[in-house]
């Protein structure tokens, strides 16, 4: 294990509000300002099948949040309506608030085009644009209509740089994205993210198709980007939670196979002294 | 020494029994089966070709590269010129693909990506339907109905509005390029869509994740990701339904108007190379006329053959600007 390299927030006055479980953060929930992201009783419906109960939870500012948990216990599902990804589904059905800013974003009337220029996703496979790499991080300012040539090469070096990748392609930026290695392509996406300049950052397995060097990359990538952005982040690999976040919320599935969310603390205190017995055998590798 | 051991052992010695046993298994009379239908395909294109080449001897001696620019097709004193057939075909079937090329990307779109779940089938197995019918009951229609209710009146719409541009110069003619065009337009658009709509589903939806992930409207998805993504794809629709479009007969000889005509105006009757085939075969009496038929015949197959490189060349080259496959 690796707890050692975990980071201890470092505003303690967050941490301690934070240390009682899910229970006791409920309670207070309106002394807890620094949410970036709030998600109040969510269900979530594939048609008649609930695949979200009840999920309740709130994503600090400026630190990285893991949602962990057996497979199809939800998480994917969950991380997709911070976003309004969720719109995709055909037959879907969200019910609760998800708050952006206090603001909740799970209404008809908001405008969802704004909602994911400000949460940016990562997904689980690298997907470039079968345009050059340059084409693939000036993508999202052109829709802001960034023309200017001077500006877009800015954004392009700043955004490349702040996903750790220019150095190994500065030379290479009019070459399609889709010559790079997969986890070149995956920091790809992740500039290309940075480059809109979101204010929070979800990624879904972001290294589940990646090899351990390149998912090494990501992970130091996530931790500078921990600075400027709010990050949510799905895994299977509990070691990464471990090593990467600074909370950690476990899922699982109840027995009519709808996700529940049963335990959100503080990484160290999950891995180390989970309250809950499933949390228990989860992280410590007994099942999932 | 296990029983599988045994058996490969004796197989191996025994040549025959190898032979037997691949003959049995079908892997050489398969092999043999695909290799003689893929050649069918090369030899009767070659054949055809051939023929055609062939059996015109008599205008080519006569006329040779005069018979693509002759604007006058006279069996009595057998002049003949290919010109006004070629232009007909050409404006007919490009024109038919400037209206049609939108509305079945369009309807493909639909279909893929805006279309709720319970019309997809339907739309598309009308789409489908539209391709099964004979095109001799599209040329009764168009000649019956098309013609007088929609064409003629749009037709003399046009000649009011924007008379004053060529190609609506008038008199108005209800059988004219104009109709051919208008019905070519409609009886290409089931290659189009279903085409086009097998190009956008195979898009893999990381794609449009993607794009609506960094905030991009449906619009802009379409605009900027997926028509790009599958523009490959897209062209050869487009080509197919030029290939259909040039070749059309019975559909377009009932409502062309079968004139010669090079006037620039659409709503002037006009002449297809496939259309004059259709005429005047029967007719045709002298050797003359009958080779000069199938030197037409020829040009035509020329013309959809080198569509089709030119087309190939484009698919080609776009193809390889937008790699599709992704390594990771």
């Known amino acids: 294990m690796t707890q050692n390299q975990i980071k201890v927030p470092e505003a303690p006055s967050i941490g301690a509000m934070l240390k009682t479980s899910i ?36 994503f600090p500012e400026n630190q990285i949040t893991a949602i962990i948990g057996p497979s199809g216990c939800g998480k ?65 300012p052109r829709l802001l209509g960034v023309r200017n040539k001077k500006v877009l090469d800015e954004i392009v070096e700043k955004s490349l740089r702040g996903a750790a990748l220019w150095d190994e392609v500065k030379d290479k930026l009019h070459e399609s994205g889709l010559a790079l290695s997969g986890g070149q392509q995956q920091r790809l996406c992740i500039a290309r993210m940075v480059a809109v300049e979101p204010e929070v950052v979800l990624m879904d397995e972001p290294c589940s198709a990646l090899d351990p060097v390149a998912t090494i990359k990501i992970e130091d ?61 989860y992280v410590t590798g007994r099942f999932g | 020494m296990s029983v599988i051991t045994a058996i490969k052992l004796k197989k191996r010695t025994s040549r025959w029994s190898e032979l037997v ?12 089966l695909t290799l003689a239908a893929g050649m069918l395909v090369i030899l009767a294109a070659i054949g055809i070709g051939f023929e055609l080449w062939q059996n015109s001897a008599r205008p080519r001696a006569e006329f040779g590269f005069d018979f693509l620019v002759g604007t006058n097709w006279d069996p009595v004193i057998e002049d003949f010129g290919a010109l006004p057939f070629l232009y007909g075909t050409l404006q007919t079937s490009l024109f038919s693909l400037l209206i049609a090329v939108p509305i079945g990307l369009g309807i493909a779109i639909f279909l893929t990506e805006l279309a709720p779940d319970w019309l997809l089938q339907p739309v598309g197995f009308v789409v489908e339907l539209l391709a099964a019918v004979p095109s001799v009951i599209f040329g009764l229609w ?14 003399q719409f046009l000649n009011g509005t924007l008379g004053w541009l060529p190609i609506f110069e008038g008199p108005v003619f209800g059988p004219s390029r104009l109709a051919a065009t208008l019905i070519l337009s409609i009886m290409v658009l089931p290659t189009l869509v279903a085409i086009s709509r097998d190009v956008f589903l195979a898009i893999p939806p990381s794609q449009r994740e993607g794009a609506l992930g960094l905030g991009a409207t449906r619009w802009e998805m379409i605009t900027q990701n997926l028509i790009p993504y599958g523009l490959s794809g897209i062209l050869g629709a487009v080509i197919l339904a030029l290939g259909r479009a040039m070749g059309e007969t019975i559909a377009v000889t009932m409502v062309i108007g079968n004139n010669l005509d090079l006037s620039a105006s659409l709503l002037h009757p006009g002449y297809t190379m496939a259309s004059l085939i259709a005429n005047e075969f029967t007719e045709a009496t002298t050797d003359m006329y009958r080779e000069a038929l199938i030197l037409i015949g020829f040009v035509l197959f020329g013309l959809t053959l080198l569509v089709n490189i030119i087309a190939r060349l484009l698919v080609w080259r776009v193809a390889r600007r937008i790699p599709t496959e992704s390594r990771a």
Do not use: W
């Not at chain 1, 997904?123 to 084409?135: E, G, V």
């Not at chain 2, 046993?21 to 043999?32: N, Q, S």
């Open chain 1, 221 to 281: 990538l996530m931790r500078t980007l921990r600075n400027n952005y709010t990050i949510v982040i799905v895994t299977h690999n509990m070691q990464q939670a471990a090593r990467v976040s600074d909370y950690t919320a476990m899922m699982m599935m109840r027995p009519d196979r709808a996700g529940e969310m049963i335990e959100f603390n503080q990484t160290r205190t999950i891995f180390t002294n989970p309250h809950d017995k499933c949390t228990e055998d």
């Open chain 2, 21 to 32: 046993r691949r003959l049995e298994h079908g892997d050489v009379i398969f092999r043999l």
């Open chain 2, 142 to 155: 168009g000649l019956f109905v098309f013609v007088p209710v929609v064409v003629k009146p749009f037709a």
């Open chain 1, 76 to 140: 994917s599902t969950l991380i997709r309506t911070l976003n309004r990804m969720s719109d995709l589904v055909p037959r879907a059905r969200v019910e609760g608030q998800v708050l952006l800013d206090n603001e909740n974003i799970n209404t008809s009337d908001v405008d969802v085009v704004n909602i994911r220029r400000r949460v940016g996703m990562v997904f689980q496979r690298p997907n470039p644009f079968p345009k050059s790499i340059y084409d693939n991080v000036t993508y999202g």
């Open chain 1, 23 to 58: 229970v006791g953060l409920q309670a207070n929930n309106d002394q807890v300002n620094s949410f970036k992201v709030q998600v109040k009783n969510l269900n979530f419906y594939y048609g008649s099948f609930r695949a979200l109960a009840d999920i309740s939870l709130g």
